[in-house]
């Protein structure tokens, strides 16, 4: 894996850096990136929505064209209500972020419980992550509409620069294995 990582280092240090970048503007700014999200959410409901109204109808024999139909119209629907309304857009997906966050949180939270008699002693790692998801899911909850705001494009910012944390590390890992090796191989 080092060998295949080495030679394009720079291009993950890059991209780790710009991700930071994008998800500390994210952070310092999450109503503008709740927003940005829920625009681009539209955009992708709304261009898969028309490409599948286009592949329904050009395949009207196939069984399931109602159910085609449907899914292609409310992509399409869903599409133009995030676009032309996107504050409500923004409260709409948060929403159904707080419903994630709770049913996921309660969902580990039980898994947790299952393995607490199992061999693995650390379960605790699993109820802690399941309490934090439904803490977060009745914190963003008690705090509607105004959550909706900056719930997203928070969330999102801190996603963007852990995962730029991560290139970047990854970057420099692959950059020093690559000296190390080179620099054996020259010695010998």
Not at 147 to 160: E, Y
């Amino acid at each position: 894996m080092n060998d295949s990582l080495r030679p394009h280092w720079p291009w993950f240090l890059i991209e780790g850096i710009l991700l930071g970048v994008l998800g500390v503007a994210a952070i310092v700014i999450p109503v503008l990136a709740s927003l940005a999200v829920t625009l681009v959410f539209g955009w992708i409901f709304l261009i898969s929505g028309i490409m599948g109204l286009v592949t329904t109808f050009r395949s009207r024999g196939v069984p399931g064209f109602t159910w085609s139909l449907v899914s292609g119209l409310l992509g399409v629907i869903v599409g133009i209500v995030l676009l032309w309304w996107p504050l409500q857009g923004t409260l709409s997906l948060t929403a159904v972020l707080i419903a994630f966050l709770l049913v996921e949180g309660i969902a580990t939270i039980l898994y947790a419980l299952e393995h607490r008699r199992g061999p693995s002693r650390r379960w605790e790692w699993l109820l802690a992550s399941g309490v934090i998801d439904v803490v977060l899911g009745v914190v963003l909850f008690a705090g509607l509409p105004g959550t909706a705001l900056w719930a997203l494009g928070l969330l999102i910012g801190i996603n963007l620069l852990f995962g730029g944390w991560a290139l970047i590390a990854l970057a420099l890992f692959a950059r020093r294995a690559g000296g190390g090796a080179e620099s054996t191989s020259a010695a010998g």
